[in-house]
């Protein structure tokens, strides 16, 4: 069945770099694509960016300038890095697929990350 | 951005009622609306897509309407299972999402 788990730090530091890994089975990540949306504590869910089943990217214009999102289609992975950490970046971060029929349809665990020092 | 207003942020109801959640876009969309449900700790899970598609293995209690800026999710007779947050996304243009409801037992 599909599934989608994050991995990743749980305390960054401020002004650190994030890395997340998102590594799915039931599905290949070159008929998919995977979209990373977080949420803030007590707050609504934000959309993130994109990386498309032929591998292109696109972001939130509001994070554009911090974040990248890769992948390693053999070992079914999707990476997120965003640089300049601050604490509003506290969330729970989350991968999902991408369906053209369904838009999102399943939804990783999540992982909270936390921005302190 | 396309704005995503949702109402109620919270709605008190008792098993067996039938209760409606609304979410108003800024513009149209196209009937690109879906409905998730989130259970604390849990993985969201995907209702409803498209304003009115159940998805696979949804019961047919929850049911969606809509069209251009105006959308409705309706539970038809609440089950003790159905309390949770529930949130509609549109994905007519990039992705944003409702603030969310949050469905307690009055």
């Known amino acids: 069945q599909v599934q989608l788990k994050e991995s990743g730090p749980g305390l960054v530091q401020p002004s650190e770099t994030l890395s997340l890994t998102c590594t799915v089975s039931?599905?290949?990540?070159?008929?998919?694509?995977v979209h990373w949306v977080r949420q803030p504590p007590g707050k609504g869910l934000e959309w993130m960016g994109i990386i498309r089943s032929g591998g292109s990217t696109d972001y939130n214009s509001a994070l554009k300038s911090r974040l990248s999102i890769s992948r390693d289609t053999s070992k079914s992975q999707v990476f997120l890095k965003m640089n300049s950490l601050q604490t509003e970046d506290t969330a729970i971060y989350y991968c999902?697929?991408?369906?053209?029929?369904?838009?999102?349809?399943?939804w990783g665990q999540g992982v909270m990350v936390t921005v302190s020092s | 951005d396309i704005q995503m207003t949702q109402s109620p942020s919270l709605l008190s109801a008792s098993v067996g009622d039938r209760v409606t959640i609304n979410c108003k876009a800024s513009q149209n969309i196209n009937k690109y609306l879906n409905w998730y449900q989130q259970k604390l700790g849990e993985a969201p899970k995907l209702l409803i897509y498209n304003t009115n598609n159940l998805q696979t293995g949804i019961p047919s209690r929850f049911s969606g309407s809509g069209s251009g800026t105006d959308y409705t999710l309706t539970i038809s007779s609440l089950q003790p299972e159905d309390f949770g947050t529930y949130f509609c996304?549109?994905?007519?243009?990039?992705?944003?999402f409702g603030a969310g409801t949050k469905l307690e037992l009055k």
């Open positions: 999902t697929r991408w369906t053209t029929t369904e838009g999102i349809d399943y």
């Open positions: 996304f549109q994905h007519n243009s990039w992705p944003t």
């Open positions: 039931g599905f290949s990540l070159t008929s998919n694509s």
